[in-house]
């Protein structure tokens, strides 16, 4: 196993190590370790995947990966497609979010390297992981987020007992506190941008796990909600090492307040520029990406090999996303979870992608990870009778 930036090509050891010491590149793992036999009942460790860790004493799992993917009859009728849409349930990670998969993986070769402790930045469920990842391995855990983070993933994050540091103003802002405090105090950070090659590596196992779920074969089209976009990667690359170098589609979703990477690919432009300064609910993609733009840029490049598209969604079809999934196929997604909802609906109704393709949507996080917007939400007609009258109507006349 070792690291090779994606940039230059220079090759590095496989230490905990963040960026190409040449051009300041992304690392990635090239021949990745594997253990020697997998962990049953492990999630994406029981698995045959090579997941940069070979020793089974540093995995702390609680069952991260190996996600249903979901037939949707109800949703593909309610959005107009003709042939097969599917979700991939990510919310029920341990977490409630698919940054278990990396977290665990990065905390895994953390531990084999003999780290005494983790940082990660994080717009909420990333730490949430981190925590509980901690927690299960034994380790000291610091979380950094932005003020506004939600209540209910900082509440997460509290009870796994890790140390909350708050920082004001956006997430890069938090990004930047996090590289500081990993540095000082020689902690591995598990940050899930591109910083750490191992968390991004073991995201694959999402891509593994959608062409076997289809029975060995690829979709047209994956719709991924994407902040910085390590899950477009684990997809792509996932889907690639199944299929022999293909790959389905890939769109990458954003939230029309902080859409990066979507202004470079609707401006023709290779280079992903910093966004200001977010305005959207969708906190798990509120990533304007300052100071680490290329991440950005090569998620752009990742979605153009496959010929696909990056499209921004707003926050009022995110609302209405999430009330179609939850009302037409029983998930309850927080409002990033639901973006890749938003945007087929959008690219079915302008004709982008074809009524009858065979589509997967990534629900990236459960629902009670942000519930002040599901307690906002107007209910279902007919689904608001109180209390009081349906009681009236029960008793016999
Ligand atoms: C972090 C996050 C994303 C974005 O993932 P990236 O890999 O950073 O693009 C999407 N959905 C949810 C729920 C997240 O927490
Ligand atoms: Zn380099």
């Not at 717009?123 to 925590?131: D, M, P, R």
């Amino acid at each position: 196993m070792h690291l090779v930036c994606v940039d230059c090509a220079a090759r590095h050891p496989a230490e905990m190590r963040y960026s190409c010491e040449r051009c300041g590149g992304i690392l990635e793992v090239a021949e990745p370790a594997r253990l020697p036999r997998p962990l049953p009942g492990a999630g994406m460790w029981s698995a045959d995947a090579a997941l940069c860790v070979s020793d089974p004493a540093a995995v702390a799992t609680l069952g991260e990966g190996g996600t249903p993917l979901h037939r949707a009859p109800r949703l593909a009728e309610a959005v107009g497609a003709t042939g097969q849409v599917w979700i991939k349930d990510e919310t029920v990670n341990p977490s409630g979010s698919f940054k278990d998969r990396a977290v665990a993986a990065a905390v895994a070769r953390a531990r084999e390297l003999g780290m005494a402790g983790i940082v990660c930045a994080s717009s909420g469920n990333a730490g949430a992981s981190a925590a509980a990842y901690a927690a299960r391995a034994g380790l000291p855990a610091i979380i950094v987020v932005p003020t506004h983070t939600p209540d209910e993933k900082l509440t997460q994050i509290a009870a796994y007992g890790a140390r909350l540091v708050r920082v004001d103003g956006h997430y890069s802002n938090a990004y930047r506190v996090g590289l500081e405090l990993a540095e000082r105090h020689a902690l591995a950070n598990v940050t899930t941008t591109y910083l750490n090659p191992y968390g991004v590596d073991a995201l694959k196992t999402a891509g593994h796990e959608i062409f076997d779920q289809l029975g060995g074969r690829l979709p047209d089209w994956v719709l991924v909600p994407t902040g910085a976009g390590p899950l477009v990667k684990g997809v792509v690359q996932g889907l690639r090492e199944r299929s022999g170098g293909r790959s389905a589609r890939l769109v990458a979703v954003q939230a029309e307040g902080c859409a990066p990477i979507v202004r470079a690919f609707e401006s023709g432009r290779r280079e992903v520029e910093a966004w200001g300064t977010p305005t959207t609910f969708a906190s798990g993609i509120s990533d304007p990406l300052v100071g680490y733009e290329r991440d950005g840029t090569h998620t752009l490049d990742l979605v153009i090999a496959t010929e696909g598209l990056a499209v921004a969604v707003a926050d009022a079809a995110i609302r209405a996303a999430m009330a179609l999934l939850a009302r037409r196929e029983g998930l309850l997604a927080e409002p990033t979870g639901a973006s890749a909802v938003a945007a087929l609906e959008m690219l079915l109704a302008d004709g982008r992608i074809g009524r009858d393709a065979t589509i997967v949507c990534m629900v990236t996080g459960h629902g009670f990870k942000d519930f002040k917007v599901w307690r906002a939400m107007p209910p279902a007609s007919g689904a608001d009778l109180p209390v009081g009258d349906r009681a009236a109507e029960d008793r016999p006349g």
